[in-house]
């Protein structure tokens, strides 16, 4: 079983749709949960972090961490086709306090 | 605002030379690090330094080596290089937070090795 996992793609949502992008983690212990997007050719970008459990909002973007399930989850309101790209999961695990450990991606299409 | 840089975004080398890939960041972060990203394979820890001079293998650190001499400056090395590290090289800086390590990417290096 991977670290964490992401069902790679493509997601096709229309314009103006919510996106949801899902991730799962293997470790337990883990405390620490971001979402990068990454365009094609880029590096990637942080767009949200997420600590505790329950949802974190930052403009059109809502995390939701559920510890219990083992599972984060990034919502896009309003979907634009500028948000299409990869996004990747990254979760800091137990004891490797500097160290992240990313999902391959999920890659999102807007269609106008 | 947080930077990192990279030295090259595109470099093209030949088998068996040696490369460098340099990394430097402005934000005072004790942490960097290289990744390589390769399709469908995401991406994978190379090594990661934690404070001047100090290192530790990441995932894959066959084939590379790292040096760090100032706290700002992390740089990569391929000894040898090899058709099989043809891939996207980034380098990534964050705090030592235990918690609070969100990591911060340069631009990447897309390295060829023909």
């Known amino acids: 079983q991977k670290e964490v996992e992401q069902n790679s793609g493509p997601l096709s949502v229309p314009e103006g749709a919510i996106a949801s992008l899902n991730c799962t983690y293997s470790?337990?212990?883990?405390?620490?949960f971001f979402w990068y997007r990454q365009y094609s050719g880029k590096s990637p970008e942080l767009i949200m972090s997420?600590?505790?459990?329950g949802d974190k909002e930052d403009g059109r973007f809502t995390a939701q961490l559920n510890k219990a399930s083992q599972y984060v989850s990034l919502l896009i309101r309003d979907s634009q086709p500028s948000d299409s790209a990869t996004y990747l999961c990254?979760?800091?695990?137990?004891?490797?306090?500097?160290?992240?450990?990313f999902g391959t991606g999920t890659k999102l299409q807007v269609i106008p | 605002d947080v930077k990192v840089t990279q030295s090259s975004r595109y470099l093209v080398k030949r088998t068996g030379e040696k490369v460098f890939l340099e990394c430097v960041q402005d934000?005072?972060?004790?942490?960097m690090f290289w990744y390589r990203q390769d399709p469908g394979l995401g991406l994978r820890l190379i090594y990661f330094?934690?404070?001047?001079?100090?290192?530790e293998k990441g995932d894959i650190p066959e084939g590379y080596s790292v040096s760090r001499e100032k706290k700002e400056r992390f740089s990569l090395i391929l000894e040898s290089a090899s058709t099989n590290q043809t891939s996207m090289y980034l380098c990534?800086?964050?705090?030592?937070?235990?918690?609070?390590?969100?990591?911060?990417f340069g631009p990447g290096t897309r390295l060829t090795v023909l």
């Open positions: 997420i600590y505790s459990n």
């Open positions: 330094s934690y404070d001047v001079k100090m290192k």
């Open positions: 990254a979760v800091t695990p137990s004891g490797g306090y500097q160290k992240v450990t």
């Open positions: 470790d337990r212990g883990s405390q620490s």
């Open positions: 990534a800086s964050s705090l030592p937070s235990g918690t609070y390590n969100e990591q911060f």
């Open positions: 934000m005072d972060h004790e942490n």
